[in-house]
């Protein structure tokens, strides 16, 4: 085994140790919770050591790195997720390789999206991605619709050609009434879910929890959690 090899390997094996702790103090199966591993910044080799040690889920924020790796590693059997700020002008590329989008927030990028999608003959997973420290009518400061237009924009995905509406995503807020309290976030964010899978049952994921609060997340009802530091290690710089 390569040392990153390795690295990676305890690292990862650490973070299951996590969510499967959190599974069990929360009285959830562990197949409740799916890991997804955020590699943005890292090289697309440390994308196929990961498929190597069985991970399935891979994450990306930036359409300029994604595709070059995507591309890269197409030969493996990934579930791809977009989960940064989306321009229209990027959403062709993203649908090329993306099989998730988590950060749907604007009724343009459901249009643009839906386009792309058929334009591609593929089907796009798209999450709205919830502001939770958003004012009406607001977007937060990255990315995110505010609470109160998650129904009109979920009905705009789930109407649109080539999009099917998975569920709802978020950050916990680093400002706001819910700095410092990613449990209360996160609960928050379940209650939206509720209240969209009433009018829209198979909308049942909730993607939530970082390296820093997976716990919380978990223990709130995420269904995906995404990681990225606590796996493949500090990122340098920004990202
Ligand atoms: C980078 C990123 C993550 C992972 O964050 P870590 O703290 O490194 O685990 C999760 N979600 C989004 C949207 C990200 O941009």
Redesign the pocket.
Known sequence: MTDRKAQLAENLARVEERIASACAAAGRAREEVTLIV?T?TYPASDVRILHELGVRHV?E?RDQDAAPKAAECSDLSLTWHF??QLQTNKVRSVAGYADVV??VDRARLVTALSAAAVREGRELGCLIQVALDAESGERGDRGGVAPDGIEELAAAVESAPGLRLGGLMT?APLAGPYAGRQRAAFDRLMEFSSRLRGNHPAANMVSAG???DLEDAVAAGATHV?????VLGV?PGL?
Do not use: D, H, L, P
């Not at 995404?226 to 606590?230: E, F, S, V």
């Open positions: 955020v943005k994450a924020n989960v940064g988590q950060s950050v970082m390296s820093a995404r990681i990225g530091t606590a990122r990202g």
